[in-house]
Every structure is written in structure tokens, then in C-alpha cells.
């Protein structure tokens, strides 16, 4: 890529300037940017040829003011070609430095990818979430293995980032951590942002992530239908801890709620909503997205369930939820009980909300994206692309329309 570079000397009168010799300086534009320095010499200006940039006259003095200006002129072009050559960041501040013989340090990855990550942490609450903190933590770490693994160092200056590093370090991702595919893009994405960060300020000059692709694979949520959902709701458990699991999901499934958020809720959240019933107002942990949803009897039934149970009363909560790990575990062995031949996870009761519970009952699209907290409509529309079921239904309308 091109870069707009320019030389100019020029006169530089100092403050209260009367009459006098005035120094001569010199000033280097890179992409609309200056750096300036002091030639040592000046020159009277009635003597100077402001368009060439050069003293006037055929005496001595002027001739050797001249050659000396070429001079300075050529190791500025020397010093630009060198960074050219060496692929290192070309800025005004860049040419100067290395025309004074000053070498600058570069930034090394993880001094960047760890300053990104601590700012991340003082904002933890103020417009990021936990666990988007600890993904940044988690990339961090894969990327100082990736370079022990593939170079043999502990870290690496930003401008030796190349697109080859990009390749190898998504191979290593999925060949060496097992990464998944989606998984695998995840944390190059995250690696894309401190990349942008060392662009941005000018660290690297080219963008190693130019013609690399990232390819999302669409991942079919798993979701309850409405016969496997009756199943579950009418199952009786050997075991209280088995019946608080399966009331804890069922809650997600009639209010669309993720394990985070439904851990999370007091009674200060529960609301009398614009049709005089009782509502759920709270952010989402993950978006910050206001969601609103008005709460089903299933629901309801579950928060009295519970209302009185030790752990609410002692934690202020509205239901007592055991941890996620306990949880998901809980809810394979619940599955089996009922006869459910699908990968069961706290997570599937947000589809199934989204789904057999809304969707499949006629909820509009963008009143289903709303209780769910999605920032985006093309978000929920991923649960529709599923729906077969509600697909048949519609097409079954159709026909009967066209008997008419």
C-alpha cells in the first residue's frame, strides 16, 4: 500500500523576531502527519527560495548551505527507504528516529494483547461481561503457547505478525487444542481486535488479516419439542435434587433466560407489566440488553415453588440455581429418565423458549428477539431456519386457502 510521503525545509522565525539570520528546519509529512527537526544552520530570508527550499545566490555561502541541505536530504530518503525495505511502520516519527540513529523498541504481542486484557478487566461491569474477560485471557494464553509451539519464544515483536502467523495459529488451534471450528474463529477474532489496536497506533504497517477468511459454521440449536417438554414437566424424580434441577430449566424454558441471568434474579426484578401481570425486567449479563418477559404460569408456579426454600430466603435469590456444572450434569442424567435421546445443556432451554414455546405458538419474530435480549433481529431469525414444524404448519394454511 501506498503512503503519501513528503520533504519540505522551510524558515522557522523564532518568537518577537525582528531582523537576523532565521534557523532553518526541516519537516517530514507521512499520510497527512508531521515530525519536524532543526537543520543547525539558518539563513537570512530575504536569501531563501521558500518554493525550493534552498538559499539563494552562486556565493560560497549559499552553495555550501545548499549541498549541506541536499545532504540532509538524502539520508531522510535513505532513512524512508530502509523502513520500506525492513516492512517496519512508516510514520513521520518513524523516518525522523531513524535519520537521528535513534532505533525505537517495538511493541511485543503480549505487552499489547496483556494491556488490552487489563483494560477489559477495570471495565468488567461498565460494558463487559465477565466471560468476555476470561475468553481474552483464554486467547492470551493460546497465543503465548502458539508461539513457544510454532517459533520457540516467549513472545514476538507486533511487526513480525504476518499472514503466515494467522494460518499456522488457527492450525494450531484445531490441531493441537482440539478447537472446534467455531471455537477456533472465536479466538482468532479476539486476536483480530489487538491486531487493530497495534494498526491503529501505528505499530504495523500492513494488516497481516488481509485475505484470510473466517468461516462461521451454522451450529443447529438443540431444543425440546412440545411432547418431550410435557415429558419433562410431568416426570417424578427419585431425588429432590434431580426435581430442583429439571424446575430450574423449565423456568429458562417458559422465560428464555440464560443460566447467568436466571442465577441472578431477585425479587426486584419482578414487575407489574403494562397488562397489569407480572413481568421480568433485568439486563442480559452478556449484551447489557434490557429484556422484558412477561412470566408464563409455569413460571410463576416455580418462583412460588421455591419462595420459601432456605438458600432464597438466605441469598436474597429468587430460586435457589446450583451451580452450571451441576446443572448440565444433572440434566444429562434427566434426560435419560425421560427418555430424551437429545445432547441436553442448561443452554437448550433458551431455544426451547425461542422455539416450541413462542415461535411454534405464533409470537411474532421481533416480540420473541426482544424477551430474549438479542441486540439483533438476524440473531433470532437463526431459530426460525429450523423450524420444519412451523414450516409444515404454514404451508398447510396455504393449501387450505387454495381448496377455496
Known amino acids: 500500500m501506498s503512503i503519501n510521503f513528503s520533504l519540505l525545509f522551510y524558515l522557522k522565525k523564532p518568537k518577537n523576531y525582528q531582523i537576523g539570520p532565521v534557523p532553518i528546519y526541516l519537516r517530514v509529512t507521512v499520510a497527512g502527519k508531521r515530525a519536524e527537526l532543526t537543520t543547525s544552520r539558518s539563513v537570512e530570508p530575504e536569501r531563501w527560495i521558500s518554493s525550493a527550499g534552498r538559499a539563494m545566490g552562486t556565493k560560497a555561502t549559499a552553495k555550501s548551505l545548499n549541498i549541506y541541505l541536499d545532504n540532509l536530504q538524502a539520508k531522510v530518503y535513505e532513512a524512508h527507504r530502509q523502513l520500506v525495505e525492513a516492512g517496519l511502520p512508516l510514520t513521520a516519527e518513524a523516518i525522523k528516529n531513524r535519520f537521528l540513529g535513534k532505533v525505537e523498541k517495538g511493541r511485543t504481542l503480549l505487552e499489547v494483547f496483556s494491556e488490552h486484557n487489563s483494560k477489559v478487566e477495570a471495565l468488567v461491569g461498565d460494558g463487559f461481561a465477565p466471560g468476555t474477560l476470561e475468553r481474552y485471557i483464554t486467547s492470551l494464553r493460546h497465543t503465548q503457547e502458539f508461539m513457544k509451539w510454532k517459533y520457540g519464544v516467549e513472545d514476538m515483536e507486533v511487526r513480525e505478525i504476518n499472514h503466515a502467523f494467522i494460518t499456522d495459529f488457527e492450525f494450531y488451534l484445531r490441531s493441537v487444542r482440539k478447537c472446534s471450528n467455531n471455537t477456533a474463529v472465536k479466538y482468532i477474532k479476539n486476536f483480530g481486535k489487538i491486531i487493530r489496536i497495534c494498526q491503529a497506533n501505528g505499530w504495523i504497517s500492513s494488516n497481516p488479516f488481509a485475505n ?111 451451580s452450571n456444572q451441576k446443572m448440565n450434569a444433572y440434566l444429562k442424567e ?38 430474549l435480549g438479542h441486540t439483533n433481529l438476524r440473531t433470532t431469525q437463526h431459530y426460525a431456519k429450523i423450524l420444519d414444524v412451523k414450516v409444515g404448519e404454514d404451508m398447510q394454511k396455504l393449501r387450505e386457502r387454495l381448496k377455496l
Open 212 to 322: 484470510y477468511k473466517l468461516k462461521v459454521k451454522t451450529v443447529e440449536r438443540v431444543f425440546l419439542s412440545e411432547e418431550e417438554l410435557q415429558r419433562l414437566a410431568e416426570k417424578e424424580f427419585p431425588t429432590e435434587r434431580l426435581a430442583l434441577v429439571r424446575d430450574i430449566f423449565l423456568f429458562s424454558c417458559f422465560t428464555g433466560l440464560a443460566y447467568v441471568d436466571v442465577k441472578q434474579l431477585r425479587h426486584f426484578d419482578l414487575h407489574k407489566g403494562i397488562d397489569g401481570e407480572q413481568w421480568i425486567y433485568r439486563k442480559r449479563q452478556k449484551t447489557d440488553t434490557p429484556s422484558r418477559i412477561p412470566l408464563l404460569p409455569t413460571a410463576l408456579h416455580i418462583i412460588d415453588k421455591y419462595s420459601q426454600h432456605p438458600q432464597c430466603l438466605h441469598e436474597g435469590r429468587l430460586l435457589p440455581v446450583p
Open 334 to 371: 434427566i434426560a435419560d429418565l425421560c427418555g430424551i435421546q437429545k445432547q441436553m445443556t442448561f443452554h437448550n432451554a433458551r431455544h426451547t423458549f425461542a422455539t416450541t414455546v413462542t415461535l411454534l405458538n405464533g409470537v411474532p419474530m421481533e416480540s420473541v428477539s426482544k424477551m
